[in-house]
T-cell receptor, first 117, second 110 residues
C-alpha cells in the first residue's frame, strides 16, 4: 500500500466506552499527525509525532485523549470514556518530516468516522 | 503563523480553467504555500506547493506573486471530479501543523 491507511474506517460506540483508532503511515515517513474534523467543519490539529516522540500534546482536547507511536511506524489514538461531542472523522497524515525544511507535503488517510451514541 | 484568506465558493465550467486565489499577506520568508483539496468523505489530498517560484505538476499550476503575498492555484481543464473544497495553507514554522482554514468550495458545472 502506497498511502496512509487508517482503521477502522467507521466506528460506532456507546457513550462512556473507550475506542482505539489506528494509523499506518507511508513507509519511511518519520512524522505523523492526527487531526479531527467535525461534520461540515475544518480540520482541527490534535497531535504530531516526530519519530516516536510527541513534542506537543497541547492540541489534544482533553485528558481522555492520548496517542502513541511505536517503531516510527504505526500510531494509535485512544479516546477514553467517549462522549457524544467526540463524534467526528479522525484523520491521520504522514510526511518525511524534516522540520528544518518545510518542503515536505503531508499525505492524509481517509480517516475513521467515529460516532458516539 | 501566516493566515490565509480565500473566497468561500467559486463556480467553473467543465473544461475551462479554474483559478483559485489565496491571500497570505503576512507570509514570512521561509514559509511555503501549500494547496490541498478535500472531496466529500475523503481525506485531504495534496495538490502542489511552492516557496517563491511558480510550480507545475500533473494536477495543477501554482502562481505566486513576486511579493509572495498572494497566490493562485490553476486547474487548467477542470472536470466534474475536481468539485471539492480547496485549501490554501502557509506552512513553515516548527510546530505549525498545517492549519486548515475554511477553504474555497469549487463547483465544476457541466
Amino acid at each position: 500500500g502506497a498511502g496512509v491507511s487508517q482503521s477502522p474506517s467507521n466506528k460506532v460506540t456507546e457513550k462512556g466506552k473507550d475506542v482505539e483508532l489506528r494509523c499506518d503511515p507511508i513507509s519511511g515517513h518519520t512524522a505523523l499527525y492526527w487531526y479531527r474534523q467535525r461534520l461540515g467543519q475544518g480540520l482541527e490539529f490534535l497531535i504530531y509525532f516526530q519519530g516516536n516522540s510527541a513534542p506537543d500534546k497541547s492540541g489534544l482536547p482533553s485528558d481522555r485523549f492520548s496517542a502513541e507511536r511505536t517503531g516510527e511506524s504505526v500510531s494509535t489514538l485512544t479516546i477514553q470514556r467517549t462522549q457524544q461531542e467526540d463524534s467526528a472523522v479522525y484523520l491521520c497524515a504522514s510526511s518525511l518530516g524534516v522540520f528544518s525544511s518545510y518542503n515536505s507535503p503531508l499525505h492524509f488517510g481517509n480517516g475513521t468516522r467515529l460516532t458516539v451514541t | 503563523d501566516a493566515k490565509t484568506t480565500q473566497p468561500p465558493s467559486m463556480d467553473c465550467a467543465e473544461g475551462r480553467a479554474a483559478n483559485l486565489p489565496c491571500n497570505h499577506s503576512t507570509i514570512s520568508g521561509n514559509e511555503y504555500v501549500y494547496w490541498y483539496r478535500q472531496i466529500h468523505s475523503q481525506g485531504p489530498q495534496y495538490i502542489i506547493h511552492g516557496l517563491k517560484n511558480n510550480e507545475t505538476n500533473e494536477m495543477a499550476s501554482l502562481i505566486i506573486t513576486e511579493d509572495r503575498k498572494s497566490s493562485t492555484l490553476i486547474l487548467p481543464h477542470a472536470t466534474l471530479r475536481d468539485t471539492a473544497v480547496y485549501y490554501c495553507i502557509v506552512f513553515g514554522r516548527a510546530g505549525n501543523m498545517l492549519t486548515f482554514g475554511g477553504g474555497t468550495r469549487l463547483m465544476v458545472k457541466p
